[in-house]
């Protein structure tokens, strides 16, 4: 796959990230659409008509249970039965006080069986309209044949605007012996249902179980469905839902009301939010697309000004590789380049002295492993062990072979503690035979951290360290190497009972770790390359702690992070 150059993949980037921003606005804005849509057309439309439902249910009720009370008034059977004006003006203030009472109120009207109107607060008009009207008589034919149970219709008496009536509850008077009396009707006044509908800002379409249209201030003269006549309505929903009626569209929310005899609709109309969206969408195309204009030119500028950095911190690394570290950028370079060069450089000058400790630390366990002295005692023993024990001097040679081969081997910079441990153990193998047998060690390395990796050639300069400033001629000198993980970390402890340091010694040793890498006493103290490197590599918190007193041994402990060959990939 071809690969873009670095100007063509900051455009590119730069493009992408102006996008994403661009469209994560554009998400936000429908986000607040829909929420808004959520919380004021379906939440508002929802919770006005469960509230509107509640009070109907309620309504209901009580027209039910006290209607019945009312048509069971012996003043009202004494009115019916022929009674004088007493029983006629008690009656009519018993059903003016119910009917004031009432959040929807009624015109109430009451006919004989004759269908004469005995008493009502209809003005006189509507009363004989009302008494005269096939509604009023259709009702009380099916009274007198029904009893006294209750009957609820859509009002269709021939009334004036000003008293029109939505619904009527209508129950028959009976006499003691069950004999049919009269017919009270209650009719809910439209002016009711107008003056609630005010407070709403949906429009509302109440039917009752045959789909006649009780009240509606939706135009419902004609059937949005085109299914039913005049007068009727139903809209085929089973709770809610966006439908479009008489060519507009409306969120509708159904309820079932009044013991399921009233089905009520709320309608909110989705024109304004409809053309609210699409002016939005409109607008915001437009500025997008002049966006994307002034973008291009942006990206442009920018490419043009980093790509140009890019190539001046370029020259620097270049410099930098060729060993110039006097190098600097120029002062128009950004502050985030001046610093990224600078660390850069910061790390070139690590690394470099890193590589030089290294080397030197190496070369330093070549010339202590040829040294000739020691070299010379190491033949020396193995010509004696020939004659007396052939095994014992082939095993030195193969130690002493083992030894060389892993201290000229370059290949790998850290080793696991096992590979340094089996070099160590040869190293002491012919220390311990140098010293006449005046050496005795041991180690304790937890089974779980040999594999951990360790820096090739760490622990050899403690340990000769250990043997060369703390033998005492004539006096076995006795060595230990503990292992043990603290967290992330884990802590190697190398302990003689030797020669001891010198109160003021141990202030120098310590004093030179904090000296650099040309200081001429630097070059005297092994331990000083051991603590470098482990600072170089690790951090300043790792390194070595140095515990000695005069004449009684030697402990130092050192630190390192717990590493292993997962973490170095």
Partial sequence: MKRLKFREQLGHSFMIYVSIIIGVILLLYLGGFLINFRLVIIGDNRVNNLAMSQVLEDQFEIYEREGLELSSLPEMKQLLSGSGEKERAEVNRILYDFANKQDFKPYFALLDKDKNMVCSNFREVNQSSFASSPFAGSVISRLKSGGGKLLCFVCSAPLTSD?????????GVMDDNGNFLGCLFLNLRQEA??????????????????????FSTFDAQKDPMDKL????CKIDLNTSGIMKLSDSWYYVYKSTTAKGNLTLYTLTSLEMQAKALWSSISFIILMLLILMLIVNFLTRAFVKRNASELGELTVAVEALNNNNMHHELSPQASEETQEFYQRFKKLVMHNNELLERRRLMEVQQLEEQFNPHFVFNVMETVRYQIEEAPEAASDMLLSFANLMRYSIDHHEAKVSIETDIQYVNDYLLLQKIRYNNLLRYEFHIPDELLECKIPKLMLQPIIENSIKHGYIPGQMLELSVNLEQSGDDMRFTIKDNGAGISEERLKAINESFTLNLNSGFVHHIGLYNVQKMLSLLYGGKYGLKIDSELGEGTCVVLTMPCETEEELC
């Fill in 229 to 232: 006549p005049s007068g009727k």
């Fill in 163 to 171: 008293q029109d009536c939505c619904y009527s509850f209508c129950r």
């Fill in 193 to 214: 249902f107008i003056d609630y509908s005010r407070e709403l800002s949906q429009q509302i379409l109440l039917t009752d179980t045959y789909n006649n249209i009780v």
